[in-house]
């Protein structure tokens, strides 16, 4: 399967405490792309990388949360100190930059809760 | 700011009947309008665009018309399938250099044989 892989799919963990989410893009692609879904939402924008560079941060995205792209392949998503109201759906799409055509290849996400 | 807002759900119907889902866009310039969609245990997924007025996006039976009047682009399908049971979800691209999609909230969809 060449397509947006997601680790792990699922994050139950404690308030207070740090969690990581990988995402491996398809291969091509150079640019990722970071979404959070919650419950009877649609996906909201987070950060986007072209290639290692992270070019946009969205206000959603605290001081708590870094995300990085070395390399310019996979991309981690760190979370410090979870609060309850981190639970959500953490996707990762990734596009190749060609003209702005707005296809992104979402992967299955990764479900957070925080206890 | 840019949102889209999309028909409340969920939505019930019988295999063969005619769907509409709608959503509308704030008029804030010209954006490119999508619909994805995703199937259960699965990714979102394009499942069809427009990118001017008056446009037409189809896709596995699918239509949907950018009306750029009623600043509109509801989803249709002639005659639905179980396979089409998924959640649907109406976007819009302002920002063609970030590629930041806007999204509606989904409209979960459930068709009955």
């Known amino acids: 399967d060449t397509g947006v892989s997601q680790d792990p799919r699922h994050k139950i963990t404690k308030r207070g405490q740090n969690v990581t989410f990988r995402c491996d893009p398809i291969s091509e692609h150079n640019r990722l792309y970071w979404y959070r879904q919650t419950l009877g939402q649609g996906p909201e924008f987070l950060t986007y990388f072209q290639n290692e560079a992270q070019l946009e941060k969205s206000r959603l995205l605290s001081d708590r949360f870094s995300a990085e792209r070395p390399k310019g392949s996979f991309s981690t998503l760190e979370i410090q100190r979870t609060e309850q109201g981190d639970s959500a759906m953490y996707l990762c799409?990734?596009?190749?930059?060609?003209?702005?055509?707005?296809?992104?290849?979402f992967g299955e996400g990764s479900r957070l809760t925080v206890l | 700011g840019n949102s889209v807002t999309q028909m409340e759900g969920p939505v019930t119907l019988s295999e063969e009947a005619f769907l509409t889902i709608n959503c509308t866009y704030t008029a804030t310039g010209y954006p490119s309008l999508f619909w994805y969609v995703q199937y259960p245990g699965e990714g979102l997924q394009l499942l069809l665009k427009a990118t001017k007025a008056d446009d037409k996006g189809s896709n596995k039976g699918f239509e949907a018309t950018y009306r750029k009047e009623t600043t509109s682009f509801h989803l249709e399908k002639g005659s639905v399938q179980v396979s089409d049971s998924a959640v649907y979800f109406c976007a819009s691209l302002w920002d063609q250099g970030a590629q930041k999609l806007v999204f509606g909230q989904g409209t979960r969809l459930t068709i009955n044989p």
């Open positions: 799409a990734s596009s190749f930059d060609a003209g702005g055509t707005g296809e992104l290849f």
